[in-house]
């Protein structure tokens, strides 16, 4: 099966300055007011601004989960050690006091065995609390690396790509002010021309 194949038609509009969209039928060609119909490629389609805008948002997207890989690892490894630490004290714990607890548990403290078992719990909550972090990081990449490999296949099928240079600056604590220098490129046998 080709690659202009396994790409649903539908997506092809997506991109296209043409497109319409309604809540009833969805996607469809303005022009022919229509669903898609084409075999491998639309000889209608108008890439502009909406593919621009397409690139934009997929690769913002991309760069600003690669962006907390860094955070995401450091949260990790600081909770994942955290609750090792926890186990290990109520593993020695358990370890020293257990045999004395059973032999008498009155005079060791009756409290003592619900002290250990907490220590326990709270260091696998940790650990757990310590993966959550990755588990979205890893969640997030691969969704936005799906959509970016999506659009760069649709492009792939009518001979485009791009180079995009993207910087992200903080202007207050919690916003980023992006600086994108986008080119899209028709592919020919003897290099790429800017479109």
Sequence with gaps: MSLANMIKKT????????QQNNFM???YCGITQKKPE???TCDSIKFDKVLEEKILENNIELKLVELTKVDTIGHF?????????????????VDTYWLKFMEDPYIHGRYSLAVMIVILAIGVGII??????????????????LKKKK???????????YNINLSFQKKWP???EVTKDLKIYTIAKKGKHII
Excluded: Q, W
Aim: aromatic content about 12%; hydrophobic content about 50%; charged content about 20%.
């Design 11 to 18: 997506e092809h509009c997506l991109l296209c300055e043409h």
């Design 25 to 27: 039928s969805g996607v």
């Design 38 to 40: 084409f075999d491998k």
């Design 77 to 93: 490894i600081i909770f994942l050690s955290i609750g090792i630490a926890c186990l290990f004290l109520g593993i020695f714990l």
């Design 128 to 145: 757990i609390f310590a993966t959550a972090p990755v588990n979205l990081y890893l969640r997030k990449y691969k969704i936005a690396k």
């Design 151 to 161: 659009l760069d296949d649709i492009l792939k099928v009518y001979n485009l790509t």
């Design 174 to 176: 919690d916003m980023l």
